[in-house]
């Protein structure tokens, strides 16, 4: 069975820093592209940054760029959301998510495996 578990979600002041994790299980997704989307209540869904199999294409929404900072450890089959500078705008449960095939694509329909989400609350 294929699973995607976040970690790392919480509570922080405005300002501060947060680092998500995303642990793949049941496939390697070594080969895929995987990114990380959020949705805050009353909201649609928002691909906020993705990566390539190998890290060397990054995109991320404009709303966050400077700020988050995503990674992969492909030995590892994880994926991690750095987010610094934290806004209260940035209030959302944070999914994680992997491609269904091995192009490069920042759109979040191209991607077919999620995970539960974890919840981030910047206050102010």
């Known amino acids: 069975q294929v699973q995607l578990v976040e970690s790392g979600g919480g509570l922080v002041q405005a300002g501060g820093s947060l680092r998500l994790s995303c642990a793949a299980s049941g496939r390697s997704f070594t080969s895929n592209a995987m990114g990380w989307a959020r949705q805050a209540p009353g909201k649609e869904r928002e691909f906020v940054a993705a990566?390539?199999?190998?890290?060397?294409?990054?995109y991320y929404t404009d709303s966050v760029k400077g700020r988050f900072t995503i990674s992969r450890d492909n030995a590892k089959n994880t994926v991690y959301l750095q987010m610094n500078s934290l806004k209260p705008e940035d209030t959302a449960i944070y999914y994680c998510?992997?491609?269904?095939?091995?192009?490069?694509?920042?759109?979040?329909?191209?991607?077919?495996?999620w995970g539960q989400g974890t919840q981030v609350t910047v206050s102010s």
């Open positions: 998510a992997a491609s269904s095939g091995s192009a490069w694509t920042p759109r979040q329909y191209d991607y077919n495996y």
């Open positions: 990566i390539s199999w190998n890290g060397h294409i990054t």
